[in-house]
């Protein structure tokens, strides 16, 4: 079946360090990826996205990277705060609907 | 410009009742989605309404039923509550839901069945 699934369910790191939140997923026909961002209490807030056709794009301190050959997905947060302590989900839609994977929480230690 | 609202935040039923979420997107967006989230099944889809017609189902079972008004807002139901419901409930709008479409997602609902 299809599935979109994380490597590590948590990840602590020191601030200012940079983190790496990986995603694997098995549906080779995805073509575009979402990563979303879910604080304590809020509803997932939309961090990024990356369409099949490229292979890295960056934002503001975040970078994703894709890798289609392995089906791998990665968030990488650079210089992380305080503030980015949340939980981190990729997905990736099927029509309207989107399968999300399991989460990865991220905790930033000052 | 105002995000997608939820109403209540928090919900404590008990098993058998009923209960009706609410769901306002973002001005402007026709989509609708409702998902919900548990520590044990992580986020998953329910339904989607576009133009007051449900277009997309997930694999939920008929006690959860929803519509949508001629403005977009959108409410769902679920019927004969049971124990195994008790979930954060999250609506999530979007332009006009292609896949494309970044869906931005309310507070939730959280619903407690006792």
């Given amino acids: ?110 | 410009k105002a995000g997608v609202t939820q109403t209540p935040r928090y919900l404590i039923k008990t098993r058998g009742q009923q209960v009706t979420l609410s769901c306002s997107p973002i001005s402007g967006h026709r989509s609708v989605s409702w998902y919900q989230q548990t520590p044990g099944q992580g986020l998953q889809f329910l339904f989607e309404y576009f133009s007051e017609t449900q277009r997309n189902k997930g694999n939920f079972p008929g006690r959860f039923s929803g519509r949508q008004f001629s403005n977009s807002r959108s409410e769902m139901n679920v019927s004969t509550l049971e124990l195994g419901d008790s979930a954060l409930y999250l609506c999530a709008s979007s332009l006009v839901g292609s896949p494309q479409n970044i869906q931005y997602f309310g507070a939730g609902t959280r619903l407690s069945v006792l």
């Fill in chain 1, 1 to 110: 079946g299809e599935s979109v699934g994380l490597h590590l369910p948590t990840l602590s790191v020191q601030e200012g360090d940079n983190s790496i939140i990986n995603c694997a997923y098995s549906n080779s026909a995805s073509d575009y990826f979402i990563w979303y961002k879910q604080e304590s209490g809020k509803g997932p807030q939309f961090i990024i996205d990356i369409r099949s056709n490229m292979d890295k794009r960056q934002g503001q301190r975040v970078t994703v990277l894709l890798n289609k050959t392995v089906k791998h997905l990665s968030l990488q947060i650079a210089a992380t705060q305080p503030g980015d302590s949340a939980v981190y989900f990729c997905a990736y839609p099927s029509g309207s609907r989107l399968t999300f994977g399991e989460g990865t929480q991220l905790t930033v230690n000052p």
